[in-house]
T-cell receptor, first 115, second 112 residues
Framework: SAVISQKPSRDICQRGTSLTIQCQVD?????MFWYRQQPGQSLTLIAT?????????ESGFVIDKFPISRPNLTFSTLTVSNMSPEDSSIYLC????????????FGQGTRLTVV | KQEVTQIPAALSVPEGENLVLNCSFT??????LQWFRQDPGKGLTSLLL?????REQTSGRLNASLDKSSGRSTLYIAASQPGDSATYLC???????????FGTGTRLQVML
């Protein structure tokens, strides 16, 4: 398994501002992902964080709104830019330790409220 | 595009009852399927991972089955306890990619 630490665990932010969420893993991992869970909904994949290159975004998500960094194999950040109340969600980092086809593990999530 | 459906959406049972949660998926070309538990406002805890070559996977009181041909998976919980109260999510990969598509979950409440 993997220990995944996300910071912050929760935050309340003003609209128009940006928040950067950190994800730290206790071992090197190939695959890292960022998901969003809107209130009362299931999880939706935002992007795959690629080490050393630009993230791969899913349909409906763009780099200007959700810039992602992945400087090494244990760390990634997701920024939620120019926030609006619609961005209020739980944001989760996920990893697959053994690569494609192996078990996925999740961080405890960051609960974001935009006011 | 993978689509995942879970039924029922909510379930309330008395303590001690055995129960089955259902998951169906549209793209059967998957290499695994995973079940998770989510407590309110929290992250996800992995419960079971079933590889495409397996039909069942067991962990304690939990047993998950996978039938790729019919696009179905079930999670069986034996002798339910109040501590089992949570939302249970199943997730299937999109084809050969690692990215997961999640069902909408089954919210389980086990009553004393």
């Amino acid at each position: 398994s993997a220990v995944i630490s996300q910071k912050p665990s929760r935050d309340i932010c003003q609209r128009g501002t940006s928040l950067t969420i950190q994800c730290q893993v206790d071992s090197q991992v190939t695959m890292m992902f960022w998901y969003r869970q809107q209130p009362g909904q299931s999880l939706t994949l935002i992007a795959t964080a690629n080490q050393g290159s630009e993230a791969t975004y899913e349909s409906g998500f763009v780099i200007d709104k959700f810039p992602i960094s992945r400087p090494n194999l244990t760390f990634s950040t997701l920024t939620v830019s120019n926030m609006s109340p619609e961005d209020s969600s739980i944001y989760l980092c996920s990893v697959e330790i053994g690569g494609v086809g192996t078990e996925a593990f999740f961080g405890q999530g960051t609960r974001l409220t935009v006011v | 595009k993978q689509e995942v459906t879970q039924i029922p959406a909510a379930l309330s049972v008395p303590e001690g009852e055995n129960l089955v949660l259902n998951c169906s998926f549209t793209d059967s070309a998957i290499y695994n399927l995973q079940w998770f538990r989510q407590d309110p406002g929290k992250g996800l805890t992995s419960l079971l991972l079933i590889q495409s070559s397996q039909r069942e996977q067991t962990s304690g009181r939990l047993n998950a089955s996978l039938d790729k041909s019919s696009g179905r998976s079930t999670l069986y919980i034996a002798a339910s306890q109040p501590g089992d109260s949570a939302t249970y999510l199943c997730a299937a990969p999109s084809g050969t990619a690692s990215k997961l598509t999640f069902g909408t979950g089954t919210r389980l409440q086990v009553m004393l």
